[in-house]
């Protein structure tokens, strides 16, 4: 049973910084890939982030690079997404999600993932 908790979101004002946590409850995060979208209201869920299952690749949208960073802590069998310099278009519900074969690579097709969590606000404004 694969079951995503995501958690971290929140209002900070432009040029803030949030880090979301999607914690793995069921299964060892280590040997999946998980992937972070986010999603406005009334528009398409948008892939942000990866990383793989196999050799622990991380991908990121253009709109995110350089200011975001995925990461696994195997530990706590939590994957993390630190969000630096936001911006108020990073406003959005944030959605962590898993492919579930062992040592999947990364995809930004939200069809590839097939479990996900339910979602945290991130809101940016002054």
């Known amino acids: 049973q694969f079951k995503l908790v995501e958690s971290g979101g929140g209002l900070v004002q432009p040029g803030g910084s949030l880090k979301l946590a999607c914690a793995a409850e069921?299964?060892?995060?280590?040997?999946?890939?998980f992937g972070w979208f986010r999603q406005v209201t009334g528009k398409e869920r948008e892939g942000i982030s990866c990383i793989s299952g196999s050799d622990s690749e991380t991908t990121y949208a253009d709109s995110v690079k350089g200011r975001f960073t995925v990461s696994r802590d195997n530990f706590e069998n939590t994957v993390y997404l630190q969000m630096n310099n936001l911006k108020p278009e990073d406003t959005a519900v944030y959605f962590c999600?898993?492919?579930?074969?062992?040592?999947?690579?990364?995809?930004?097709?939200?069809?590839?993932?097939?479990?996900w969590g339910r979602g945290t606000q991130v809101a940016v404004s002054s």
């Open positions: 999600a898993v492919r579930s074969l062992f040592f999947n690579r990364c995809d930004s097709d939200e069809k590839a993932y097939d479990y």
């Open positions: 069921g299964f060892d995060a280590r040997f999946y890939a």
